[in-house]
């Protein structure tokens, strides 16, 4: 009888700790654009700096959200993307580095990497969104909650994005969504 207890309280706490410690899938840019060319997703690449606090509050808040865990890991291939980091990165046959990276700075401002400068991020942190070939669609910025993420998320999913041609028509999708990802 206490064997059985203690394998039914061991399969619990295992289960248990499997489902609170569900993360978002993390790969590089180049994996993922590997990886598209096996299954066809879009990216959707978090841009972010050492030093900014609302990239932490989104890395606690957001990411850790089981809905928007689920969501990107079933239709995206996510990409973590450190701004004023120092390593190289090749995209569409073209290397980007830091040429001013200083070690120094690693947890403080830096100099802005030159990918991040191609992707026209002015602000941390950046969501940036591509294609399933790769393409960039474009960078959204700021601090986004879970349900704030959950419409850029199904906007790209969905192409929703190329019907729009005017700030009014995205207007009239914002008014009209739903959102469904708790918190």
Same mark, same amino acid.
């Given at each position: 009888?206490? /064997?059985k ?6 399969? %619990?706490?295992?289960?248990? $700790?499997?489902?609170? &410690?569900?993360?978002? @899938? ?10 598209q ?22 890395? /606690? ?7 928007? %865990?689920?969501?990107?890991? $079933?239709?995206?291939? &996510?990409?973590?993307? @450190? ?12 290397t ?18 030159d ?5 026209k ?23 986004l ?16 994005y190329?019907?729009?041609k ?18």
């Amino acid at each position: 009888m206490m /064997k059985k207890i203690t394998i039914s309280l061991l399969f %619990v706490i295992v289960f248990t $700790t499997t489902a609170i &410690a569900q993360e978002i @899938n993390w790969v590089t840019l180049e994996e993922a654009v590997a990886l598209q060319k096996k299954e066809p997703k879009k990216i959707m690449m978090d841009v972010y700096t050492n030093w900014c606090g609302p990239c932490k509050m989104l890395d /606690k808040n957001t990411f850790q959200n089981p809905d928007v %865990v689920n969501y990107i890991n $079933t239709n995206y291939y &996510a990409v973590k993307f @450190n701004a004023e980091g120092n390593s190289k990165v090749t995209y569409k046959d073209k290397t980007f580095s830091n040429p001013n990276y200083d070690p120094a700075k690693a947890n403080r401002r830096n100099s802005p990497h030159d990918f991040t400068r191609y992707l026209k991020v002015r602000a941390y942190p950046t969501m940036a969104f591509f294609d399933e070939e790769a393409n960039f669609i474009t960078p959204i910025s700021g601090y986004l909650k879970p349900q704030q993420l959950e419409l850029y998320l199904r906007l790209f999913k969905t192409d929703k994005y190329k019907e729009m041609k005017t700030q009014e028509q995205f207007n009239e999708y914002f008014k009209a969504f739903k959102p469904s990802f708790k918190g």
